[in-house]
């Protein structure tokens, strides 16, 4: 997530790193995902199987929340983000930040709880 915000901090025209920024608000998303599965869970999903990674991470609900949508949010951006000749419009890159900093947020506390 730091090397998304670095770019995002430093370039003149963010519409020109969207894809980039949301590429990595993307890998961050996941990878914390991982950690809070790995913590709450005992396990995390491995494979391509986004939806059963989205289910199992909804599994864990921190004050309610559902953290699985914001993977998901993450992980319907990957594909056009990383592939596609459509640019990520500024919306989603501000909800791909948000989704990403969401998963971050309570991995790092579940982190310092365990």
């Keep these: 997530m730091e090397g998304a915000e670095t770019i995002r901090e ?11 920024y949301v590429t990595l608000c993307v890998h961050a998303g ?21 939806n059963e990674a989205v289910a199992h991470l909804s599994k864990v609900r921190p004050d309610g929340q559902d ?5 998901r949010t993450l992980l319907r951006m990957k594909t056009r983000a990383g592939y596609s000749h459509q640019q990520i419009n500024t919306n989603d890159r501000k909800r791909a930040g948000r989704a990403a900093e969401r ?8 982190r310092m709880s365990a």
């Design 103 to 110: 998963l971050l947020q309570t991995a790092r506390q579940r």
């Design 30 to 50: 996941i990878a914390a995902a991982d950690v809070i599965c790995c913590i709450a869970l005992g396990e995390h999903v491995q494979g391509e199987d986004h």
């Design 10 to 20: 430093f370039a003149g025209d963010e519409g020109d790193i969207a894809d980039a």
């Design 67 to 71: 953290l699985g949508s914001s993977l």
